[in-house]
């Protein structure tokens, strides 16, 4: 496709169960950065994959959080026993350049745990 | 204090008036600076990209670094309704994942 493309755009969760989140970036971008946006604040990083390797993980809130990516291409976020903190949208960017200079977004998935 | 510093607005002017939306930061090796626009439940979307100091115009919109004060600015002329939406800076050093400001809320009313 030509954009970022998330899928679910909206996940409605019970709290203690797990989600995926799942991120197709552009074509050929080797970077792809997950972030999470709640009410009102800013873009807080979670993780970074160059390739299939994540040099950094630094974002990740807690080991009930994970993420992989395979063939350099799709990624997958899953957050295990969901709890209402976690509610958010999950935001998915690609770039060609680790700096994200020219990034680009997909809509988000909005999850809500109840 | 945070990295990026940018007031969350909103920030509300008439149609046709000049905006001016700015961040702070305190890390002196940030050296790629950039302007995203966010419309409600969507992705932000990147509208400039600066390198280092000095100025960039594309259409109605300029952005301005200034290192020496830790400083940068995204100016809208002739603001139209259509620009109402949330302006986030971001910016990084080589090598570096970016660090987003918080993002600031406009409003252009007709």
């Known amino acids: 496709g030509a954009g970022v493309s998330q899928s679910p755009s909206n996940k409605v969760t019970e709290k203690g169960k797990d989600v995926e989140l799942r991120c197709d970036p552009i074509s050929g971008h080797t970077a792809l950065y997950w972030y999470r946006q709640s009410l009102g604040q800013g873009l807080e990083f979670l993780i970074y994959?160059?390739?299939?390797?994540?040099?950094?993980k630094s974002g990740l809130p807690s080991d009930r959080f994970s993420a992989e990516r395979t063939g350099g291409s799709v990624s997958t976020l899953t957050i295990q026993r969901t709890q209402q903190e976690d509610s958010a949208v999950y935001l998915c960017a690609s770039s060609s350049r680790r700096e994200n200079t020219e990034a680009f977004f997909g809509q988000g998935t909005r999850l809500t745990v109840v | 204090q945070k990295e990026v510093e940018q007031d969350p607005g909103p920030l509300s002017v008439p149609e046709g008036a000049i905006v001016s939306l700015n961040c702070t930061y305190s890390?002196?090796?940030?050296?790629?600076f950039m302007w995203y626009r966010q419309y409600s439940r969507k992705g932000p979307e990147l509208l400039m990209y600066?390198?280092?100091?000095g100025n960039k115009e594309d259409g109605r919109f300029t952005a301005q670094v200034d290192k020496s004060s830790k400083y940068i600015s995204l100016f809208i002329r002739d603001s139209q309704p259509s620009d109402s939406a949330t302006y986030l800076c971001a910016m990084s050093a080589l090598g570096y994942i970016p660090t987003f400001g918080r993002g600031t809320s406009l409003i252009v009313h007709p």
């Open positions: 994959f160059q390739g299939n390797s994540a040099p950094d």
């Open positions: 890390n002196s090796a940030f050296q790629y």
């Open positions: 600066t390198y280092s100091s």
